[in-house]
């Protein structure tokens, strides 16, 4: 059974950091292109940051140089640190999993909450 399960999230003051989370079970995490989306009320879900399994990022131009991707493939784990945080980034955060190739796969958790308000 594949599990992401995102923690990390909360309430913080404009300005501010956090850092999620994002653990992994039930795939072969190395085979597959990690990210983090979010979704405020209203809006699309959008893509935030990728990262493949060599470590090739990719940013949303709204977060470039403020948000850094990691992956840890020896723990399954993915993280996403958060700096200089604003009110726009105020949103539910979901880990993603895909698998490109001859079998492909998608996979969500199941979001945790940023808040981001004075």
């Known amino acids: 059974q594949v599990q992401l399960l995102e923690s990390g999230g909360g309430l913080v003051q404009p300005g501010g950091s956090l850092r999620l989370s994002c653990a992994a079970s039930?795939?072969?995490?190395?085979?597959?292109?990690m990210g983090w989306y979010r979704q405020a009320p209203g809006k699309q879900r959008e893509l935030v940051a990728t990262i493949t399994s060599g470590g090739n990022t990719n940013y949303a131009d709204s977060v470039q140089g403020r948000f850094t991707i990691s992956r840890d493939n020896a723990k399954k784990a993915l993280y996403l640190q958060m700096n200089s945080l604003k009110p726009e980034d105020t949103a539910v955060y979901y880990c993603?999993?895909?698998?490109?190739?001859?079998?492909?796969?998608?996979?969500w958790g199941q979001g945790t909450q940023v808040t981001v308000s004075s």
């Open positions: 039930g795939i072969t995490f190395n085979m597959y292109v």
């Open positions: 993603n999993a895909i698998l490109y190739g001859t079998v492909r796969a998608n996979y």
